[in-house]
């Protein structure tokens, strides 16, 4: 009699070993199925990084440029962590290679970039997901499926906060630019337009928004020039069934007791997620405040909370699913697709036009840039 079939496991590399490499790092180590063999980073601090997270008892091969990595061949799924402005070049050469792809968020730092990557991933029949993992922040996914099976009924309001820290420092500090990163509201705010398409279950019309430079890094030079990004913003988008969604973005707002807090109120009732304390709450309009649940959200599956609640090893394991499963180009069904990837990127161009040029800015005008 034939023995029992094992699944393979799946062999990643992941290019860029940064803060985000090593976090991505962390979660495959404590993913079944999942075999790191190879990083690739042109600094050697990073690799000493990837070398020690990774440990001595576990063969690691390592790579100053992703395309030697990439000519190596000995990886089924390839991880993209390296700084924003890369992403657009790396990308398209990993996907010459026949490799699974997460690439950290955002896709790219414009909507131009990522329509050339999205153009290079047609047809492939290997996954490519982005890593927009803030959706499956446990909290935040019991929120979304709620909200998807009706419970606060026709949705007419989204709104999102995040007061948080200012932006950590990085290799090279290439965060401290526009140019780098595409903005903050590109940078940091990917995530938040994602939720807000996911909840409303449209895409965005219109963009409009306010924001400034006001307490964080004025007193940085680099190479004698001062930081250019955002420290604060408020964000309100306009969709075409009538549904408004609003950001109101602080990184300079360290004493909070919840970093993030969503809610998504329809004619029926209001759903609400907090984090750090991964609490959800339900409420329905004719039970008044009096009937509003509250409860504490888990997620089983995580066996690794990292830096985002346990987010990131979902996203590994749903992307790992996907694999598995042969999802087509753009993602499969439990990967996050290119095309969310780009729309997150092109409501954050939107909202920084809107704030350099002082006006609305309609979706139409950003996607139209080739």
Known sequence: MPGPQTTPTLRYGVVGTGLMGLEHLRN????PGAAVVAVADPHPASRRAARSTVGHGQRLR???????????GGCDAVVVATPNMTHAEVLLDVLRHDVHVLVEKPLCTTVADCRRVAEA???RRRVVSVGLEYRHMPPVARLVREVRQGAVGAVRMVAVREHRFPFLAKVGDWTRFN???GGTLVEKCCHFFDLMNLLVGERPLRVMASGAQDVNHLDERYDGERPDILDN?????????GARASLDLCMFAEASANQEELSVVGDLGKAEAFLPGSVFRLGRRGDGPGGVVEEVVADERIR????HHGASYVEHLLFLEAARGGGAGGGGGSAVSLDDGL?????????????AEGRVVAMDEVLAVR
């Open 62 to 72: 390592e790579f100053e440029d992703h395309r030697a990595m990439l000519e190596w």
């Open 179 to 181: 140019r780098n990163t």
């Open 343 to 355: 729309w997150s990127v092109a409501m954050g161009v939107a909202a920084q036009t809107s704030i």
């Open 233 to 241: 913003a408020l964000v309100i988008v306009e969709y075409p069934g």
């Open 304 to 307: 690794h909370q990292g830096l």
């Open 28 to 31: 495959l180590l404590a993913l």
């Open 121 to 123: 991933a047609q047809g």
